[in-house]
């Protein structure tokens, strides 16, 4: 079946330092998955962070970006320097607008050090 | 304010019993979802919807049907409860483009 598999958290960074936490994919039912990174806050709702529905293109939001690459399935996050605010768990998701089909992956909890 | 709202909020079941976990959205969302989440395992599709009257197999559907009434009400069936579907249910709605994604807080169910 379809399935998602990104880093085990929780993951610690510093403040200012960079971060990728990977994310890589398959689609056995899903022609033309369409990829996304949510973030929830700490006492907050899922928000959708940024997406890709093409493979090749990169999506951006927030200071952090992801790559869809369809020949190693992967769709990482990345953030050149991230901030105490960035504290969140992110969860990586494909879907398929045709079916309305919306897979998750586990969830990365970030924790940033100041 | 965006709304999925779920019932039981909790549930304890025997083996061999039928179970209806319930959910309601008044986000006017076509597409609504059935997830479980275990440890280790993270959330879990078990049955979707896009829109009334329609229901799809999830990634582990087997043990579980799902019925969706009208646009705001989905609901997750299990006919002969098994102590493997202890688990913690969401339900989820969403807008076709999967920008707006709210869930239900959860239910816990316990099949003794």
């Known amino acids: 079946g379809d399935s998602v598999t990104q880093t085990e958290g929780p993951v610690t960074v510093s403040e200012s330092e960079s971060l990728i936490i990977n994310c890589t994919y398959s689609?056995?039912?899903?022609?033309?998955?369409?990829l996304f990174w949510y973030v929830r806050y700490p006492g907050e709702g899922l928000q959708l962070l940024l997406k890709?529905?093409?493979?090749?293109q990169k999506g951006s939001s927030r200071g952090f970006e992801a790559t869809y690459n369809k020949e190693t399935t992967s769709f990482h996050l990345q953030k050149a320097s991230v901030q105490e605010s960035d504290s969140a768990v992110y969860y990586c998701?494909?879907?398929?607008?045709?079916?309305?089909?919306?897979?998750f992956g586990q969830g990365t909890k970030l924790s940033i050090k100041p | 304010e965006a709304a999925v709202t779920q019932s039981p909020r909790n549930k304890v079941a025997v083996t061999g019993g039928k179970v209806t976990l319930s959910c309601n959205q008044t986000n006017n969302h076509n597409n609504m979802y059935w997830y479980r989440q275990d440890t280790g395992h993270g959330l879990r599709l078990i049955h979707y919807?896009?829109?009334?009257?329609?229901?799809e197999k999830g990634d582990i559907p087997d043990g579980y049907k799902a019925s969706r009434p009208s646009q705001e009400n989905f609901s997750l069936i299990l006919e002969l409860a098994t102590p493997s579907q202890t688990s913690v249910y969401f339900c989820?709605?969403?807008?076709?483009?999967?920008?707006?994604?709210?869930f239900g807080k959860g239910t816990r169910l316990t099949v003794v």
């Open positions: 890709v529905i093409t493979a090749g």
């Open positions: 998701a494909l879907g398929d607008y045709n079916q309305g089909k919306l897979i």
């Open positions: 919807s896009y829109g009334a009257g329609s229901t």
């Open positions: 689609a056995t039912s899903i022609a033309y998955p369409n």
């Open positions: 989820a709605s969403g807008d076709r483009q999967h920008t707006e994604v709210f």
